[in-house]
């Protein structure tokens, strides 16, 4: 009996022994080590899902997708800053272009008074004696001067009466379309002290240039009364003033 189980548990030795190494050789071991593969699989499946597109996509793909799209906006914001630029640039360049010098005012846009472009009227006057007004408005579209004072002949008068320099305006007496300048006219000594005196029934109305004495264009005639004016040497008149109380006492 005791060398009969001593077999038996030499016998099941062995077979222990050889189902050990047939497990090893079965590869039990990878199978488990692989089973964690298709989780990890399946990991990463869900992270490559998670865009919520149901679309398999790597991680770095969303990251260019994201990158695409910015640089699109930004392309866009650069084209959208250029077309302003160039709309502002447009508008300033038509505000420059429009800035052209119009000023009525400016000397460069104004021309001399004279016959062809005013009414003249010489009225006598009760006060001061013997004094005569000569009033001229301008009846043109532009801006007019009346350069110096009047040049004045009485029919076929020789000489031309002098102006009293302390009339001497400021500066040049200027006309908008419809307005008046006036000058006066001393035709007599008050006390006879005067010579050559005579009457004259028409009166030559000169006007002067841009300097002392030329020829500022056509001149005027205006009426006289039917008595004709009387006037001796001592025919003297003031500078064009723009406004007639300057010369209102004179």
């Keep these: 009996m005791r060398t009969r189980r001593t077999h038996l548990l030499a016998v099941t030795g062995v077979a222990l022994t050889a189902l050990a190494l047939t497990a090893c050789g079965s590869g039990t071991g990878t199978r488990d080590e692989g089973a964690s593969t298709p989780s990890s699989k399946t990991s990463s499946a869900a992270a490559a899902t998670t865009d919520g597109k149901g679309t398999a996509m790597p991680a770095s793909g969303k990251s260019t997708g994201s990158g695409s799209t910015s640089g699109s906006s930004g392309s866009a914001k650069g084209s959208s800053t250029s077309s302003g630029s160039g709309s502002t640039g447009s508008s300033g360049s038509g505000s420059a272009g429009s800035g052209g010098s119009s000023d009525p005012t400016d000397p460069k846009n104004r021309v001399l008074c004279n016959g062809s472009n005013t009414k003249v009227t010489a009225q006598s006057v009760s006060r001061p004696?013997?004094?005569?007004?000569?009033?001229?408005r301008?009846?043109?579209?532009?801006?007019?001067d009346l350069t110096y004072f009047p040049v004045l002949r009485f029919d076929e008068m020789q000489w031309v009466p002098q102006a009293d320099e302390q009339t001497h305006p400021q500066a040049v007496t200027t006309l908008a379309p419809g307005e008046s300048g006036y000058a006066a006219v001393l035709l007599s000594a008050a006390d006879g002290s005067g010579e050559g005196g005579m009457t004259g029934h028409k009166l030559t109305v000169g006007f002067q240039g841009m300097t002392p004495n030329s020829s500022g264009g056509a001149s005027a005639?205006?009426?006289?009364?039917?008595?004709g004016v009387y006037y001796d040497s001592?025919?003297?008149?003031?500078?064009?003033q723009q406004n007639q109380d300057d010369i209102a006492g004179w």
Excluded at 129 to 136: D, G, P, Q, Y
Excluded at 221 to 227: D, N, R, V
Excluded at 234 to 240: F, R
């Design 129 to 136: 004696l013997n004094h005569m007004l000569i009033t001229v």
């Design 138 to 144: 301008n009846t043109g579209s532009k801006y007019c």
């Design 221 to 227: 005639t205006p009426a006289l009364p039917a008595k």
């Design 234 to 240: 001592s025919l003297k008149v003031t500078y064009w």
